[in-house]
């Protein structure tokens, strides 16, 4: 078989070559098509909802919060699956949707169905919200500076205060 190829090749010269062209011409062709990225978004259709309520323990934020907050948002269509999970003064429901579901509509259906769900939660509680629009690419560091020990009355977080060299202490989490 291999030998037949061989000489057809031999003896189709010119045929081959053009073919080769061809195909050069088809590689450049869709090169050129090939949408690159140079860090390709991998992750899927989510929708993130925060609720921050510093002064309660992870059970109440789980029976208040993060369950309802689950309940309601299992009932959008296109949804793959509802994941959560709840810490000390913190609940986060991701709700994450099929690839064919546009990321607005699935944002708007998730507003809509917070709305509800507010009314569940009791007051004192937190108020959930959605999460800005990014991608697993996009939230990469985290920071928070503090400023050193005696310089607390000085620089306070609310005020607009020039920077100044050594006030500053960073602490960070990835």
């Known amino acids: 078989m291999l ?6 090749s031999i003896r189709q010269k010119l045929l081959v070559g053009i ?9 450049i062709y ?5 949408p690159i990225d140079a860090l390709p978004d ?3 259709n989510q929708v993130q ?15 208040f919060v993060t369950y309802p907050v689950e309940q309601t948002m299992a009932t959008i269509p296109g949804i793959e699956e509802v994941r959560s999970f709840s ?12 690839e064919n579901v ?13 709305a509800e769900v507010e009314r569940t939660i009791p007051k004192g509680i937190g108020t959930p919200e959605i999460a800005p629009l990014t991608t697993g690419l996009g939230e990469i560091y985290q920071y928070v500076i503090h400023p050193k020990k005696g310089y607390e009355k000085n620089m306070m977080p609310q005020r607009s205060a020039p920077f100044k060299t050594g006030l500053y202490a960073a602490s960070s989490s990835a």
């Open 3 to 8: 030998n037949r190829i061989i000489q057809f």
């Open 19 to 27: 073919m080769m062209l061809a195909l050069i011409a088809w590689g």
């Open 30 to 34: 869709s090169l050129r098509q090939l």
């Open 42 to 44: 991998i992750t899927n």
């Open 49 to 63: 909802i925060i609720t921050s309520s510093p002064s309660n323990g992870a059970e109440d934020i789980e029976r």
């Open 87 to 98: 810490r000390f003064g913190l609940s986060v429901v991701t709700v994450v949707f099929k």
């Open 102 to 114: 546009e990321i607005y509509w699935a944002r708007q259906q998730v507003s809509e169905r917070l």
